[in-house]
């Protein structure tokens, strides 16, 4: 069974930083591009951040580039975005998202929660 699995989501002051993790089952990551998306509370998911597979080149949304770094552990097939300098605005829940045979597979989300 396909799914992906986040996790890392927390509480932290602004200025603060926080890893946000994000693990493969049923298939190996590192052969898919794998993106990170956020959501605010009463607004749209938004694109944060892809890696493409192989290469390695990376995507970021103008509002993270700077802050946010994502990355793959291929060994532990896992993805991972650490964000530092975190802002009230990055409150809200974090998804990664692949594509398989044109179907999207999300995971459940991580909570994350910015206190000024």
């Known amino acids: 069974q396909v799914q992906l699995v986040e996790s890392g989501g927390g509480l932290v002051q602004s200025g603060g930083s926080l890893t946000l993790s994000c693990a493969a089952v049923?298939?190996?990551?590192?052969?898919?591009?794998i993106a990170w998306f956020h959501q605010s509370p009463g607004k749209e998911r938004e694109f944060v951040a892809s890696?493409?597979?192989?290469?390695?080149?990376?995507n970021y949304a103008d509002s993270v580039k700077g802050r946010f770094t994502i990355s793959r552990d291929n060994a532990k097939n896992t993805m991972s975005l650490q964000m530092n300098s975190l802002k009230s605005e990055d409150t809200g829940v974090y998804f990664c998202?692949?594509?398989?045979?044109?179907?999207?597979?999300w995971g459940q989300g991580t909570q994350v929660i910015v206190s000024s």
């Open positions: 998202h692949f594509q398989l045979d044109a179907i999207d597979y």
């Open positions: 890696i493409f597979s192989r290469g390695d080149r990376r």
């Open positions: 049923g298939f190996a990551q590192e052969n898919f591009a």
